[in-house]
């Protein structure tokens, strides 16, 4: 297949944004280059590779120039600023050149428009090829195992005295036997290749399985082995430690930036790589046992044979992550389908209302249950301490003003412009737009809090909110129960709760810490506030349940993707006094969104080891 490709007189092959391009290129292409000489209608004509890497000064434009009319094959590397040159020469070029002349341009995926340089003219006469990665934990590992191949190309001075290439090498029993202490060596290996497509293929549960996306590549593992047998080499024992945090901090934790993420990597390595995995006593998953000592052949067969087949728990996680992952997908899908869909019809035969008459009507709906803004003169009149509860408070109502005052303003604009007296202009069509299509509008989205839902519900739940702060300024009392997903800054709520606490009892506030103590009660339950702290209810926990029978974090039911959580009582202490036996460090996040929406860390009891609710992605959410 190869052989026939290389023969064809293809002018040019690229890939826009799905080609994985290998660690070092030039060796793809000299490798490529030989197979071209090897099948050459002039067999003495040899094969030259140029590799143009990122940042590169002077593109090589004269090799394309000598490629087109003697048999060279001239390969080049992305760089964006000669591009269009290169396009032009690759036209002048299209006709009279030698028949094996053919250029290749590989590409990295690009999130952005931006990021999509290559000329059309190019692309249109180029053959497209990607390389996509494989997909499910089965293909993921047997991936991992074959990477194995590239280790052969590592010098080791006291096995070989000339980098081999991979091409030549012998069988892959070469790398897994390289090493002196064999039996750690080849448990470890395979417990970092299981390591590498559980990280890989985590990102697509989306924020349960990594607050962000981060580009693992097969480099990491190869690197992570090369680095495991000089450790090996060099120790009398296994240093499990130095091990994890070579391999967690640095190989793969050089790409992760979330401070959670961190958490979770560390805690797949120190289940994965322990001293118990030389007993025979180490499940990497549920009914998938670490295996013995086998040959490469024999780890394969293994695969095939023993993993379970795919499904959340493979990764520490809760079936009910798949669900979550697979309902977002289609509503993704089905938005995607409904923003495709023709922006100027009309009345159809079975009349139905226009596209105008519908965003005119959600339009005066808003409009006409939007409440008045408040009064911040007459609030600060009544917050005549300006306890820590009330500056919250006051700074809440600032911010709903802000709010409501942007949607007034563009919703009139708008009105005016869909009755002609104002010409419309970009955001208020993007505004039209918007409502249309359920979504909450840009200008809305910056002044306003995080938040996942469609404009119906968005506008919902704003109206609950200017409602809980309605009750609370009236006389600045604190609730006796605070709904905290109601708040712009839920983080203010719960330090005032600190600074309440280190006024009264003159504590120093940077030795402080809040405890989270989780009730068995309801809303309707409670009347009066503690004494001191706060109750706080609105949570929902994902990935797990609150059990309020036990008291503790216990594994979620089947198809309750978010149970509710009962009201917390939140107060502060100092720090010597916490208790951190048995509890989990749960994050609360203010959406799924997770990442940026960070809040709180609550600590909450278990009786499970913590790393369990680790790897199921457990977090408290205020909104769903």
């Not at 994050?587 to 199921?616: D, H, I, M």
Request: proline residues 6%; glycine residues 6%.
């Amino acid at each position: 297949m190869v052989q026939k490709m290389c023969c064809r007189a293809m002018k040019g092959t690229a890939s826009n944004n799905g080609m994985v391009e290998p660690e070092q290129p030039e060796s793809e292409y000299e490798r490529l280059g030989a197979v071209t000489q090897s099948c050459s209608t002039n067999s003495h004509t040899a094969g030259r590779g140029v590799v143009m890497q990122h940042g590169g000064k002077e593109p090589p434009l004269h090799h394309v120039t000598l490629g087109s009319t003697r048999s060279h094959s001239v390969n080049i590397h992305l760089v964006a600023r000669w591009l269009g040159s290169l396009e032009k020469l690759l036209e002048q070029h299209a006709e009279g050149s030698h028949e094996n002349f053919r250029v290749f341009v590989s590409a990295e995926p690009s999130s952005t428009p931006e990021g999509h340089i290559i000329p059309q003219g190019i692309l249109e006469n180029s053959i497209k090829i990607t390389n996509e990665p494989p997909t499910g934990m089965h293909a993921n590992l047997h991936k991992a195992l074959d990477n194995f191949t590239q280790l052969a190309d590592v010098y080791l001075p006291d096995k070989r005295s000339v980098l081999v290439s991979p091409a030549l090498c012998g069988p892959t029993e070469d790398t897994l036997e390289m090493c002196a202490r064999e039996n750690e060596f080849k448990s470890i290996v395979f417990a970092l290749c299981y390591f590498h497509a559980v990280v890989a293929e985590r990102r697509k549960f989306g924020p349960q399985g990594w607050n962000r996306s981060y580009p693992f590549n097969t480099g990491d593992l190869t690197i992570s082995v090369n680095v495991l047998y000089n450790y090996l080499e060099a120790n009398p024992k296994v240093p499990y430690d130095d091990l994890r945090y070579l391999f967690g901090e640095i190989m793969y934790g050089g790409h992760i930036t979330d401070d959670w993420d961190r958490r979770l990597c560390r805690t797949y390595l120190e289940e994965f790589i322990k001293p118990e995995m030389m007993e025979g006593e180490l499940h990497l998953a549920p009914g998938f046992p670490l295996p013995g000592n086998m040959d490469y052949n024999g780890y394969h067969l293994y695969i095939d044979q023993a993993l379970p087949a795919e499904s959340p728990y493979l990764y520490g996680l809760h079936p009910n992550a798949e669900i979550g992952f697979l309902t977002q997908t289609s509503e993704k899908l089905f938005r995607t389908v409904l923003e495709m869909q023709p922006r100027d019809g009309g009345v159809g035969e079975g009349g139905g209302t226009t596209r105008e008459e519908k965003v005119r009507a959600v339009l005066e709906e808003i409009v006409e249950k939007l409440p008045e803004e408040f009064n911040m003169a007459e609030l600060l009149g009544k917050a005549e301490e300006r306890t820590p509860y009330q500056v919250v408070a006051l700074q809440e109502c600032e911010r709903m003003n802000v709010l409501t005052q942007e949607i007034r303003r563009s919703l009139c604009e708008l009105s005016l412009g869909l009755k002609g007296e104002l010409t419309m202009t970009s955001d208020m069509e993007s505004l039209q737009n918007a409502i249309f299509l359920d979504m909450v509008p840009d200008s809305w989205t910056k002044r306003a809090y995080p938040s996942m839902s469609g404009l119906a519900l968005w506008f919902t739940d704003l109206l609950a909110r200017i409602k809980e702060l309605e009750a609370w300024s009236t006389d600045f009392v604190l609730p006796s129960v605070v709904w905290l997903a109601g708040f712009f800054n839920p983080q203010s709520f719960l330090t005032a709760i600190m600074q309440a606490m280190a006024r009264r009892n003159e504590w120093p506030l940077d030795r402080m810490c809040l405890q989270c103590d989780v009730t068995k009660k309801n809303r309707e339950d409670i009347s009066l506030p503690p004494r001191e702290g706060a109750y706080v209810h609105g949570l929902y926990m994902e990935g797990a349940r609150w059990d309020t029978q036990t008291g503790m974090v216990v594994e979620a039911r089947l198809k309750e993707l978010t149970p509710a959580v009962p009201v917390l009582f939140i107060r502060a202490i100092p720090v010597d006094k916490q208790d951190n036996r048995n509890v989990y460090q749960c994050p609360l996040y203010k959406t799924r969104q997770r990442g940026p929406t960070y809040v709180w860390t609550f600590n909450l009891k278990t009786k499970e080891n913590p790393s369990r609710w680790t790897l199921a992605g457990v977090a408290l959410l205020l909104q769903i």
